[in-house]
């Protein structure tokens, strides 16, 4: 049986000298991982902000987080960082629950840093 094919979108959203703010909306799963990973890529350089909105993922395996993490060694190598904004409960319990929280800087939608306990 052929798994339903899932879909992610990702655009810029935002763009003010080395910070960008690219937002995803779909499930970020094995069949769009790469997606993210390809869009990110074109941001990564020396000193670059990258926040990815992350607040229209509805679902996020563990091939989407190992995304997430190949984008945050990428732009940390060249001294830049990652931020998620705003991923919605689902998604950040599984950050938390991962440990990916004290990892990963994480902030809600006002700005303000997420502490999950």
Same mark, same amino acid.
């Given at each position: 049986?052929?798994?339903?094919?899932?879909?992610?979108?990702?655009?810029?959203?935002?763009?003010?000298?080395?910070?960008?703010?690219?937002?995803?909306?779909?499930?970020?799963?094995?069949?769009?991982?790469?997606?993210?990973?390809?869009?990110?890529?074109?941001? !990564?350089?020396?000193?670059?902000? +990258? %926040?990815?909105?992350?607040?229209?993922? #509805?679902?996020? /395996?563990?091939? =989407?987080? &190992?995304?997430?993490?190949?984008?945050?060694?990428?732009?940390?190598?060249?001294?830049?960082?990652?931020?998620?904004?705003?991923?919605?409960?689902? !998604?950040?319990?599984?950050?938390? +629950? %991962?440990?990916?929280?004290?990892?990963? #800087?994480?902030? /809600?939608?006002? =700005?303000? &840093?997420?502490?999950?306990?």
């Amino acid at each position: 049986m052929v798994a339903p094919r899932t879909q992610l979108s990702v655009r810029e959203t935002g763009l003010d000298g080395t910070a960008v703010v690219l937002t995803a909306v779909g499930e970020l799963d094995i069949g769009t991982s790469e997606q993210l990973r390809d869009a990110a890529a074109r941001y !990564v350089g020396p000193g670059a902000r +990258v %926040t990815l909105d992350l607040s229209g993922v #509805t679902f996020c /395996d563990s091939t =989407g987080l &190992a995304a997430l993490v190949g984008i945050y060694k990428r732009l940390a190598a060249v001294d830049g960082s990652l931020l998620l904004r705003n991923p919605v409960p689902r !998604v950040r319990n599984l950050l938390t +629950v %991962t440990g990916l929280n004290r990892v990963l #800087t994480i902030e /809600d939608a006002g =700005g303000e &840093a997420v502490t999950d306990s």
